[in-house]
């Protein structure tokens, strides 16, 4: 069988890219020759997959709890992925340093469709937490939550990086510091970031076990994070586009989009279920990991905004309110002791 134009010229390619790395064609074409054809179970890695979940007790429901939260941790990998192409400008470097194109500089096209993305992965995550809300029986979560302690999803590093990585860090700062440190070092408004406050003992403020393992483990990779990332947040790759590509309105909407569905959704979705599960007659009960989540969760309380320029000072003076008239009016109903 003579071997087309086409395919000779795709060798001579393939010959010449091995060859610049110093390798030999013709020995990874027996490698082809000899590999069995790739499956869906082993290209996906199912086994290892689903070998993943380790309950700590018998009940059945905590397999939902931990598949869950692996789901989300996969969701934050994809967004993880998209915030980083915006934030390098597209730029695509193989693992042998060879730039595979895309742009050398960061197009509204090219923002406007990874935003979406990002955009689509968090609503897909909210919309899904229904899973977590009503996918479980209370008497079992309540149960099984004890033998979790310390852990707690306060613990999501993944999410911390997010947040970093799309706004400048003067806006993460706690808001009875926010002003003080509004031109302070990054490194500083790191060290007052406002959900250092969610997982203090009231009575004492200390730090709880959840959140000395938490900054234990990654509070100096945070700031490492943040040396890298701060000078190309999304928020100043915005700012650094022409005067007209920041008046475009897709690239507005989505950024608005994206301030809403990680400081207002997100939160107020765990605050829904939080208050499912652990409201109690006579008060309410610590999160996992003794996290105040009464305080640490609702927007309003923290007024957190990525992008404050895009809003109105109606809007952020409104934080979250909408949400809570339009989505959390049946729990209000029902639960008198939400916070006020």
Known sequence: MELSDNTLEKIKVLKAKYASIGQDLDAYLDGLIYANPLTYWDYIEVDALL??????????????????????????????????????????ISENGEDLGWFDELS??????RLKRVNKYFEALTHSFDIMRFGMEK?????FRMSLLSASGFQA????????????LKYLV???KRDE???????????NIYWRRGAIVEGTGEK?????????????KFHEFADEYQPMNIWKKFKNLSEEDQKNPDIIKELRELDVNVNINWPLIHFRTAARYLAQAGGESKGTGGTNWQNYLPPRFQRRVFYPELWSEQEINE??????????????????????
Do not use: M
């Open 51 to 92: 070998s993943l979940q380790k309950p700590k007790t018998d009940f059945p429901d905590e397999k939902i709890f931990i598949v869950y939260h692996q789901i989300t941790e996969l969701y934050f990998s994809l967004i993880s992925h998209e915030i980083e192409q915006i934030c390098k400008n597209g730029k695509n």
């Open 108 to 113: 509204p096209k090219f923002f406007i469709e």
């Open 139 to 143: 008497e079992q979560f309540t149960k």
């Open 157 to 168: 590093a993944s999410y911390r990086y997010i947040e970093i990585a799309c706004t400048d």
């Open 174 to 176: 706690h808001e009875t």
């Open 181 to 191: 440190l509004l031109n302070g070092d990054i490194h500083e408004q790191l060290d």
């Open 208 to 220: 709880t076990l959840t959140l000395v393992d938490f900054e234990n483990k990654y509070l100096e």
């Open 319 to 340: 934080w979250g309110k909408l949400w809570v008239e339009e989505v959390f009016a049946d729990h209000l109903k029902t639960e008198k002791k939400l916070p006020k």
